[in-house]
């Protein structure tokens, strides 16, 4: 004790007299301290662009993320991941939300999408980009993923849109032309009649949840040749067109046309995909990831050979499909806007995109990529995705995207369980849609 | 051990009543008790008032910048939404299910388990397994053992003979309450028939023998003597289970995600989606509450039946000794 207190008498910090000189020594360091300290929070405020750090929140989908962008990008810019979390996209929307509203500055990346976008982006949750931030050659529905109402929240990570897939062999088997998949929607529901045995179904869809139910409407709604909402904004999916859509889909699962019972019960694409590679359905409507693990040996029961993939079959129009695409944001609350825009950057770059889409089976957002030798060569849908293109790909992202689809996807799951006719279904949805959508804009 | 709670209760009740001179003891345990019950006072009481001042306004967190006071009108809006109606009944069904059997299962399961035989320990210990899983995993589970095409009930029932084709279980709004309410039971069963099983173990032998001796049967000794006994025991699981049976959330999330058709959206899971999905943080204060006054009003409602009960065997006790 009288050692430890011998010592710091020794060193002037207690008792004893402050020499002039230990007087200056120590200002001196603390105030070089001071200056560090503000120094290293400058460079934490990422104000410069190199170097700095952010925080990125993402959904699941992209494995390749934290295993090579996130050391590649740290490596490149200097700039320090500080975290990285990934989330169940379900679950992430509630996360989300309540986050920004609270502005939280916990993250200054997120993942987006369309829905995403135009509602965080509309509550003013969103940083905004510069034209000058945004490249050129982005494919339409990726750039939509991180737009709304002319304005952009972000730069896409990946292109995703609905294509079909097909068992080859199932096809074989059952006397159908596995080079000549269904270009109509009769040829498709023929097709599903002939693939449906007593242990195999001819397709299945992912009805279970919210957004699936919604997907799948709004797709044969495209198909059909309608259209989600007027000019105004106005629903107007309770159209002829819309309830010949749900008629259809109705049919499909009520009477028995081949559709696998199940599909009211499979939740996520991905319990989808897992049921296709399973070898017992013949076809499924997906989005490009289902062309990775259906092709992976260690899952899947198909080959390249024996899957097929095409665009998808029309009724009212030739095709027509849905956007699933998604990108990066950042968000108001950020403090580290520019080492975030690094990071959109590097992602949105072809360097990365190759990653993606070889590596991960989804499509790249540069139309330049779409002609990639090596882009080609590893995920084919990039050629069905090129034709698929010549049509309609929409998803209609709002800010009342999550009331009106849930709304919506209770009635399409009343018709398609038989409770009320497609009609009847379709007008208690637009109806309830227009509240909400004239709730949104104030009136 | 039952004088010492006889005269812990007794302090309490000292501590309590008024016109009495409160002893230093007394006050000194106020102020220890104090801090601890001012933070939980704060931590229960700051969130129900808030939630209380948003449930009238019009608070959407999608629109931060303007949340005009609305009054009662989320309430008014809530009375006549034909959704939150609809919440309410499955809400009340699922309840009078879960509440229902799960207590007389609980019942019958401690009343065999309080019994002599080899394996009883063995048997308790399983008993606690589902208590044991994760609510999430639970609901996973029985997502398995419900799906269309590999689950493990379809495949039961097919090889015995039951249904002669495979069910969907999940894909219509009634069977899938219905599923939802026997996951719920699985999980609350090891509780009550703990809770049950260890108020059976302290029910005197020398009753049941006095009783065999006055010839009573079986059943009367049940009656008079066992479900007597339990009865206070009773009322506490009636009111934990259904407290727990109307704020049920975990297994509709995963199980169901409140589909098909909203046909597994319960009162709880309705106020979530307003609150989360749709952002209306002022409408679904007003759910929220309005379960809260619900939970508060079953709970009142119980606890009386529980005091009139005590009453009137008070009653009959003395009626008896007179």
Redesign the interface.
């Known amino acids: 004790m009288k050692l430890i207190d011998g010592n710091r008498q020794e060193a002037g910090l207690i008792g004893g007299k402050m020499s002039r000189r230990r007087f200056l020594g120590v200002a001196g360091l603390a105030a070089g301290g001071i200056m560090a300290n503000a120094c290293a929070t400058l460079e934490g405020g990422g104000g410069s662009g190199k170097g700095g750090q952010i925080s990125i929140i993402d959904d699941t989908t992209n494995p390749i993320i934290e295993k090579e962008i996130i050391p590649k990008f740290e490596k490149k810019t200097g700039i320090k991941v500080a975290n990285y979390q990934q989330v169940n996209i379900n679950e992430l ?2 996360k989300l ?2 986050m920004l ?1 609270s502005g939280d500055d916990s993250f200054d990346v997120m993942v987006t999408w369309a829905a995403w976008s135009a ?1 965080f982006g ?3 949750w969103l940083h905004k980009l510069d034209e000058g931030d945004v490249p050129d050659d982005l494919v339409p529905g990726a750039l939509d993923a991180v737009s709304w109402d002319g304005v952009v929240y972000g730069l896409p990570k990946f292109a995703s849109v609905q294509t079909m897939f097909y068992n080859k062999t199932l096809l074989e088997e059952a006397g159908l032309d596995p080079e000549a998949p269904p270009r109509t929607w009769e040829e498709f529901v023929d097709a599903a009649a002939q693939l449906t045995s007593q242990k195999r179904y001819g397709y299945a869809a992912d ?4 957004d699936g139910a919604y997907q799948n409407f709004l797709r044969t709604l495209l198909l059909n040749g309608g259209e989600m909402y007027d000019d105004q904004q106005n629903p107007v999916f309770n159209s002829q067109e819309g309830v010949g859509a749900l008629d259809r889909l109705v049919s499909l699962v009520r009477e028995r046309e081949g559709m ?3 599909t ?2 499979i ?1 996520h694409s991905a319990d989808l995909s897992t ?1 296709f590679i399973e070898g017992d359905t013949g076809i499924v409507f997906n989005w490009p990831f289902q062309y990775a693990t259906a092709t992976d040996p260690a899952k899947s029961t198909l080959t390249a050979k024996t899957l097929g993939n095409a665009i998808l079959p029309g009724i009212a129009v030739p095709s027509a499909t849905i956007d699933g695409s998604e990108g990066f944001a950042i968000s108001s609350y950020s403090k580290n806007t520019e080492p975030a825009l690094e990071w959109l950057r590097l992602v949105a770059s072809p360097e990365v995109q190759r990653r993606i889409v070889v590596d991960e089976g989804w499509l790249p957002v540069s139309k330049s990529l779409l002609d990639d030798e090596e882009v080609v060569k590893a995920l084919p849908v990039v050629e069905t995705y090129k034709e698929q293109s010549k049509y309609k790909a929409l998803r209609y992202g709002a ?1 009342w995207y ?2 009106v689809t ?1 709304h919506l ?3 399409i ?2 018709a398609m ?1 038989g ?1 009320k006719s497609p009609q009847e279904a379709l007008d208690a949805a637009a109806s309830e849609a227009k509240k909400t959508i004239n709730g ?1 804009k104030g009136q | 051990m039952t004088k010492s709670i006889g005269a812990g209760g007794g302090t309490k009740n000292r501590f309590f009543s008024r016109g009495r001179a409160e002893s230093p003891d007394s006050r000194f345990a106020f102020w220890l008790v104090f801090p601890s019950a001012a933070i939980i006072m704060g931590l229960l009481g700051y969130p129900i008032l808030y939630a209380a001042w948003l449930s009238l306004h019009d608070f959407k ?4 910048q303007s949340q005009p006071f609305v009054g009662l009108t989320n309430f008014v809006q809530m009375a006549q939404d034909p959704e939150f109606l609809a919440a309410l009944g499955r809400t009340t069904y699922f309840t009078v299910l879960t509440v229902g059997l799960g207590v007389l299962m609980a019942l019958g399961l401690a009343l065999l388990l309080a019994q002599e035989f080899r394996g009883n320990a063995f048997a308790r210990t399983l008993l606690l397994v589902p208590w044991a899983v994760p609510p999430v995993v639970n609901g996973i589970m029985w997502r398995w053992i ?4 590999y689950g493990a009930l379809n495949w039961i029932l097919l090889k015995f003979g039951v249904i002669s084709e495979a069910k ?1 279980w ?4 009634e069977s899938a309450l219905n599923a939802v309410v026997f996951a719920e039971l699985w999980k609350l069963l090891p509780f009550i028939t703990l809770i049950i099983l260890a108020s059976l173990q302290g029910i005197p032998r020398s009753l049941y023998r006095a009783a065999r001796v006055d010839g009573a049967n079986a059943w009367q000794r049940f009656i008079h003597i066992t479900l007597s006994s339990l009865r206070n025991t009773l009322i506490l699981v009636l009111i934990l289970q259904t407290m727990w049976s109307i704020k049920v959330f975990d297994v509709i999330y995963v199980l169901t ?1 409140g ?4 046909g597994t959206t319960t009162l709880f899971y309705y106020g979530y ?1 307003e609150t ?4 209306d943080v002022g409408y679904g204060s007003a759910v929220a509450f309005t379960i809260m006054l619900l939970v508060l009003v079953l709970t009142c409602g119980y606890i009386t039946l529980l005091r009139r009960q005590r009453g009137s065997s008070k009653v009959a006790k003395e009626e008896a000794k007179a």
């Open positions: 929307h509630d939300a309540t509203s509602e509309a509550a003013g009805f279970g949840n919210i696998d019972p199940s009211m019960q939740l049921l800010p999550s009331d849930t996807s209770t009635e799951t009343d369980l409770r949104y | 967190l999608s629109r931060p419900y799906d269309g095409n969907l999940l894909g219509t709004p995600q589909g098909p058709a909203n989606l989360f999905k749709f952002l």
